[in-house]
């Protein structure tokens, strides 16, 4: 792929509004890394990414303004199956995030229980971590902190051995490892209008004894602008972007959600070599409730009927409004 130079000049003329710098940037980055191999999986790839910040960056704990927690399950290539017809090799994925900010230590915490499936190999995560908050020029920058344990399980018996003479796959055992590992990230937000974050996930890269299982430090650059379009305050545009990098494997996805007065909004969503999404969802007594499917594009298509994803969020309001000040007049003490 080659990108010309007059291509790069009508990026540059967008980005006078700062979501366009980030995506930019990703461009840029994607423009050198594209003779690189695209192709694998990096962790937790979800399509309602835009919606689901903790999952990648620690330092948007806090950034939502009161207790947010968010679940989600995700099934991938749903209906995928092996050559012997089991149906039990989808990936699947189900998490929850919880964060809240406490002005007490000037920042915010967050956590998440994570958990993948794929075949004989279960994942599970729990994150924990702590933000640090900071207004800078119009909005609220943060720099977190992140320690994750993982608990990866192998279960051979679950695998149909060729060579029934190999004694470790028809052993019918389990093999498990916990891992720890760290994550940092900076996010800066103005609010109601931009976003962008970087983050750098399973840093160590560290190795499990049992299952030989190593974790791929994965870096993450996202990305959101929230436009209301001129005359019709109604309607908003939300254009938001996801790059993923671990050293080797190169992927991003690209969306724009259409809001109806805060309360309903849908929208197209695409991730490189993999899939375009459809996305819709709606706020209702202060849940969000989203649905994604993905119509796969590689193919993978032809073995599976894509990938279906639910999330609910909700968000108690913790923090009040600082109270005016006031004064009183003397003759009245």
Same mark, same amino acid.
């Given at each position: 792929m080659t990108i010309t130079t007059g291509w790069y000049m009508r990026i540059i003329m967008l980005c006078c509004k700062p979501f366009y710098i980030s995506v930019f940037i990703a461009l840029m980055i994607f423009n050198v890394l594209w003779k690189q191999e695209c192709f694998g999986q990096q962790p937790s790839i979800i399509t309602n990414y835009m919606f689901n910040n903790m999952v990648y960056n620690p330092a948007y704990a806090g950034q $939502? &303004?009161?207790?947010?927690?968010?679940?989600?399950?995700?099934?991938?290539?749903? /209906?995928?199956? +092996?050559?012997?017809?089991?149906?039990t090799w989808s990936p699947e994925t189900m998490f929850l995030t919880v964060d809240a900010p406490i002005r007490a230590i000037h920042g915010g915490i967050g956590g998440m229980v994570s958990q993948d499936k794929l075949g004989a190999f279960k994942n599970t995560v729990v994150k924990l971590g702590y933000a640090y908050k900071a207004e800078i020029g119009p909005g609220i920058f943060s720099a977190g902190l992140q320690v994750g344990f993982q608990n990866g399980k192998f279960d051979y018996s679950k695998l149909h051995a060729v060579n029934t003479s190999d004694p470790l796959l028809t052993s019918n055992q389990a093999k498990s490892d916990m891992i720890f590992d760290?994550?940092? /990230?900076?996010?800066?937000?103005?609010? +109601? !209008?931009?976003?962008?974050?970087? $983050?750098?996930d399973q840093l160590l890269q560290s190795q499990g004894k049992n299952t030989s299982y190593r974790l791929q430090r994965t870096f993450y650059l996202t990305g959101g602008y929230n436009w209301?379009?001129?005359?019709?305050?109604?309607?908003?545009?939300?254009?938001? $972007?996801?790059?993923?990098? +671990?050293?080797?494997?190169f992927t991003f996805s690209v969306s724009g959600l259409l809001w109806y007065n805060n !309360?309903?909004? &849908?929208?197209?969503?695409?991730?490189?070599?993999?899939?375009?999404?459809? %996305?819709? &969802? %709606?706020?209702? !007594?202060?849940?969000?409730? /989203? %649905?994604?499917?993905?119509?796969?594009? $590689?193919k993978m298509m032809t073995y599976s009927n894509g990938s279906f994803e639910v999330m609910l969020n909700y968000v108690l309001k913790i923090e009040t409004e600082k109270l005016k000040r006031s004064y009183r007049n003397t003759r009245y003490l």
């Amino acid at each position: 792929m080659t990108i010309t130079t007059g291509w790069y000049m009508r990026i540059i003329m967008l980005c006078c509004k700062p979501f366009y710098i980030s995506v930019f940037i990703a461009l840029m980055i994607f423009n050198v890394l594209w003779k690189q191999e695209c192709f694998g999986q990096q962790p937790s790839i979800i399509t309602n990414y835009m919606f689901n910040n903790m999952v990648y960056n620690p330092a948007y704990a806090g950034q $939502s &303004g009161g207790i947010s927690i968010t679940g989600m399950i995700r099934e991938q290539w749903f /209906g995928f199956k +092996d050559s012997e017809g089991y149906g039990t090799w989808s990936p699947e994925t189900m998490f929850l995030t919880v964060d809240a900010p406490i002005r007490a230590i000037h920042g915010g915490i967050g956590g998440m229980v994570s958990q993948d499936k794929l075949g004989a190999f279960k994942n599970t995560v729990v994150k924990l971590g702590y933000a640090y908050k900071a207004e800078i020029g119009p909005g609220i920058f943060s720099a977190g902190l992140q320690v994750g344990f993982q608990n990866g399980k192998f279960d051979y018996s679950k695998l149909h051995a060729v060579n029934t003479s190999d004694p470790l796959l028809t052993s019918n055992q389990a093999k498990s490892d916990m891992i720890f590992d760290l994550g940092l /990230g900076l996010f800066y937000r103005i609010p +109601d !209008k931009f976003y962008v974050g970087l $983050s750098g996930d399973q840093l160590l890269q560290s190795q499990g004894k049992n299952t030989s299982y190593r974790l791929q430090r994965t870096f993450y650059l996202t990305g959101g602008y929230n436009w209301e379009i001129p005359n019709h305050p109604a309607f908003q545009l939300q254009p938001s $972007s996801i790059v993923m990098f +671990d050293g080797s494997v190169f992927t991003f996805s690209v969306s724009g959600l259409l809001w109806y007065n805060n !309360k309903f909004y &849908g929208g197209l969503a695409y991730r490189l070599q993999d899939a375009a999404s459809i %996305l819709a &969802g %709606l706020m209702i !007594k202060g849940f969000r409730i /989203g %649905l994604a499917y993905d119509i796969g594009v $590689s193919k993978m298509m032809t073995y599976s009927n894509g990938s279906f994803e639910v999330m609910l969020n909700y968000v108690l309001k913790i923090e009040t409004e600082k109270l005016k000040r006031s004064y009183r007049n003397t003759r009245y003490l």
